[in-house]
C-alpha cells in the first residue's frame, strides 16, 4: 500500500520571541523524559531531560515542564534563536533513570520548529 | 570526550542483500541502543545492548540482529534487506543508571 508519512506539526516564530513546543507522552509508567533537537542531515542532540519526581527543570534558554496528571511534556525556549530551526522530538522512558537504566526511549513524532531572523 | 561515532555514514544495498552497521559508543559507556528513522513511522527502537547482552528488543523482524563487543562497540546486521529497510539507522550510548542517551549522527542506508 502507499505509505504515508508522518504530517510533522510546525511552529514558526520571529527570533527573539519564546517558543513552546508541546508533547503529549502515551504510558503513565513512564518516569524519565528528554527532550532532542534534530538538525538536517545530523542525530539527535539531547537537549533536557526531567524525572517524573519534578514538574519542572532549567538548563540554558531552555525550560521542561511536566503534568503528569494529563500526560504532557513542554518545552519552553527563551529568546529564540535562527540557530535553534530543527526538529524537536520528546522521548519517554518506561524504565526510567533511577536504578538500571533500560535504553528504550519511545519518541513523540516530532515538532518542527522555524525561526524567522 | 568523542562523541558517538557510526560507520559507514551513506550505504547503498540491493534487496536480498545484508548489511552491517557500526557504532562506537562514547567513552565510558557501556550501554548501547539503535534506532531506526523513516519519515512514515518516525523514530522507533530496534535493541539495546548493555555488558555484550541484549536487554531489550523492539517490535523489529529477526532480520534486523545486533551485537555488542567487549569494548562496547556494537554492530547491527539486517539480512534480506527489503526496499522497506531504507532509513536512517541511529545508535546511541549512555552510562547507567544514568538515563540520557547520546546519539551518533547515523547510517543513512538506501535499498535499491
Known amino acids: 500500500g502507499e505509505s504515508v508519512g508522518l504530517h510533522l506539526p510546525t511552529l514558526s516564530v520571529q527570533e527573539g520571541d519564546n517558543s513552546i513546543i508541546n508533547c503529549a507522552y502515551s504510558?503513565?509508567?513512564?518516569?524519565?523524559f528528554i527532550w532532542y533537537k534534530q538538525e538536517s542531515g545530523k542525530g539527535p542532540q539531547f537537549i533536557i531531560d526531567?524525572?517524573?519526581?519534578?514538574d519542572k527543570r532549567q538548563g540554558q534558554r531552555v525550560t521542561v515542564l511536566l503534568n503528569k496528571t494529563v500526560k504532557h511534556l513542554s518545552l519552553q525556549i527563551a529568546a529564540t534563536q535562527p540557530g535553534d530551526s530543527a526538529v524537536y522530538f520528546c522521548?519517554?522512558?518506561?524504565?526510567?533513570?533511577?536504578?538500571?537504566?533500560?535504553?528504550?526511549?519511545?519518541f513523540g513524532q516530532g515538532t518542527i520548529l522555524t525561526v524567522h531572523p | 570526550k568523542a562523541g558517538v561515532t557510526q560507520t559507514p555514514r551513506y550505504l547503498i544495498k540491493t534487496r536480498g542483500q545484508q548489511v552491517t552497521l557500526s557504532c562506537s559508543p562514547i567513552?565510558?559507556?557501556?550501554?548501547v541502543s539503535w534506532y531506526q528513522q523513516t519519515p512514515g513511522q518516525g523514530l522507533q527502537f530496534l535493541f539495546e545492548?548493555?555488558?555484550?547482552?541484549?536487554?531489550n528488543k523492539g517490535n523489529f523482524p529477526g532480520r534486523f540482529s545486533g551485537r555488542q563487543f567487549s569494548n562496547s562497540r556494537s554492530e547491527m546486521n539486517v539480512s534480506t534487506l527489503e526496499l522497506g529497510d531504507s532509513a536512517l539507522y541511529l545508535c546511541?550510548?549512555?552510562?547507567?543508571?544514568?538515563?540520557?542517551?547520546?546519539f551518533g549522527p547515523g547510517t543513512r542506508l538506501t535499498v535499491t
Open positions: 546511541a550510548s549512555s552510562l547507567p543508571p544514568a538515563g540520557e542517551q547520546y
Open positions: 504510558n503513565s509508567a513512564s518516569d524519565y
Open positions: 526531567i524525572r517524573s519526581n519534578m
Open positions: 522521548a519517554e522512558n518506561p524504565h526510567g533513570a533511577g536504578g538500571t537504566s533500560y535504553g528504550k526511549l519511545t
Open positions: 567513552s565510558g559507556h557501556r550501554s
Open positions: 545492548y548493555f555488558s555484550e547482552t541484549q536487554r
